[in-house]
Structures are given as C-alpha cells and as structure tokens.
C-alpha cells in the first residue's frame, strides 16, 4: 500500500500526519494478524513453546525523563562494586567490564515520575550502585527489595546451598 504525492502539490502537515497515522495502523494491525506459527517447525520445540512477533515498539505519549549525569554522579561516587553482593565487573570481566555498574534509585522512579513536581535528586543518598543481577532482583517485586534485604536473600540462599551440598 502507498500514497503517491506529486512533487507540485504535496499536502499540508495536517495531511501527512494523517496518513502516516492511518500507514502506522495498518502496519500494526498486519503485525498484529501474523500468524509466524511454522507447524513443521513446531515438533521440535517444548510443549508450551511456540514462536512469537518481537518488534520495536515506539511509543508517542508522555513519558519521564530520566537524568543521566545522576547516573554518573552516584557511580562515580559509589564506585562499581554491587552494594548488595559485592560482584565487581572489572575483577570478574577484566578490562571489558571495569567500571560498569547500574545505578539503582532508593525510591523507585516510577514514584518520582508520578509526582506532579520536579524531584532533586542527590546522588549520594537517593542512589546505590548493583550488577545487572541484583538490580533486577531488586525490581523482581513490589515494593522493589533494598540493599540489605537483597543481601540478606544471598546470604539464605547460600546458607541452603551449603546445607543441600553436604
């Protein structure tokens, strides 16, 4: 499908949003139709697994901004040792991983974000730094898990292990 504009008379903004709106709508009903389900593949894979539609999704609404240099600021400040189990990147990775560590806020954003005011932010005390692990953990629940509380499952999990392994 498309729509031809001569060079001599192309519509106003107004116009071209319009399509482009009603060409996006198409394109994601077509993405929505698809049926990517291959039977002469489907034998091979688990029960319960089939293939699925993955793809971009662009979003045109509101949303908030995050600020970056607080990010930089909280590692810089808090190092990129994970507070909650002490990983290290660089110890681990070598030079591909020194200095990466994800910067975690203490009051989750979603709740900043919901403020109708502008949040100022210190780097030092609304921010902790954890590896890729721990901070999803962290997200893992509602309300999102702290430090302390992260440390304390890694120390029950080894205690278990440990017990499971003599």
Known sequence: ????????????????QK???????????LINGLDIADESNSEELPIGVSPGVEAKKFRWHRRAERNPRLARDAKS???STCQACGF???ERYGP????YIEAHHVVPF????????EVILDPVKD??????????MAHRVKPQLTVSEIGQLITKAGENFDESAS
């Open 88 to 90: 290290n990147f660089g």
């Open 77 to 79: 400040y808090h190092g």
């Open 110 to 117: 979603s709740e900043l974000a919901s403020r109708p005011e």
């Open 127 to 136: 921010f902790v730094v954890l590896c890729a692990n721990c901070h999803r």
């Open 19 to 29: 399509d482009l709106n009603r060409f996006l709508a198409l394109y994601q009903s």
């Open 96 to 99: 591909d991983g020194e200095g």
């Open 1 to 16: 499908m498309a729509i031809w504009y001569p060079a001599s008379n192309i519509p106003d903004e107004e116009v071209l």
